[in-house]
């Protein structure tokens, strides 16, 4: 068996208000998009490449700690690597997400920031840096 794609569903409430982030904010752009009886509506951004990131308990608040300070993040949190992290940053919180840490350099080589997003979505912004 191969796993072909990596897709993670996201029920918004304001589904309009969500697509708009993710779409024109962070700028994931329409891969599909579907309607159906009812008022259903679905639409598939293009997140690039995906990956699934299993961390234990120990790992997460060690990341927490790094980012942010203290334990923040919920069951799960969204991470997207995009080319700035100041500008998408600045972006994400115009464009209606909560900021909870600012870009943070962490030992990874990696500057960070985290927000609470539309549809309750807990996000990772992060910039991969040229190591040292």
Same mark, same amino acid.
């Given at each position: 068996? !191969?796993?072909?794609?990596?897709?993670? =569903? =996201?029920?918004? +409430?304001?589904?309009?208000?969500?697509?708009?982030?993710?779409?024109?904010?962070?700028?994931?752009?329409?891969?599909?998009?579907?309607?159906?009886?009812?008022?259903?509506?679905?639409?598939?951004?293009?997140?690039?490449?995906? !990956?699934?990131?299993?961390?234990?308990?120990?790992?997460?608040?060690?990341?927490?700690?790094? +980012?942010?300070?203290?334990?923040?993040?919920?069951?799960?949190?969204? %991470?997207?690597?995009?080319?700035?992290?100041?500008?998408?940053?600045?972006?994400?919180? +115009?464009?209606?997400? =909560?900021?909870?840490?600012?870009? !943070?350099?962490?030992?990874?080589?990696?500057?960070?920031?985290?927000?609470?997003?539309?549809?309750?979505?807990?996000? !990772?912004?992060?910039?991969?840096? %040229?190591?040292?």
């Amino acid at each position: 068996m !191969t796993v072909r794609q990596l897709r993670l =569903v =996201v029920h918004a +409430e304001d589904y309009d208000e969500a697509l708009r982030f993710f779409r024109d904010v962070l700028g994931m752009p329409p891969q599909e998009a579907y309607s159906g009886d009812g008022g259903a509506e679905v639409t598939i951004l293009d997140a690039g490449r995906a !990956t699934l990131e299993i961390a234990n308990s120990a790992q997460a608040d060690m990341i927490d700690e790094v +980012e942010v300070g203290r334990r923040v993040a919920p069951h799960f949190r969204v %991470a997207l690597e995009v080319d700035d992290c100041v500008v998408a940053s600045e972006r994400a919180t +115009e464009g209606g997400a =909560v900021p909870v840490a600012p870009p !943070t350099r962490t030992p990874w080589s990696s500057l960070n920031a985290r927000f609470d997003a539309p549809a309750d979505v807990h996000l !990772t912004l992060f910039q991969e840096l %040229a190591s040292d």
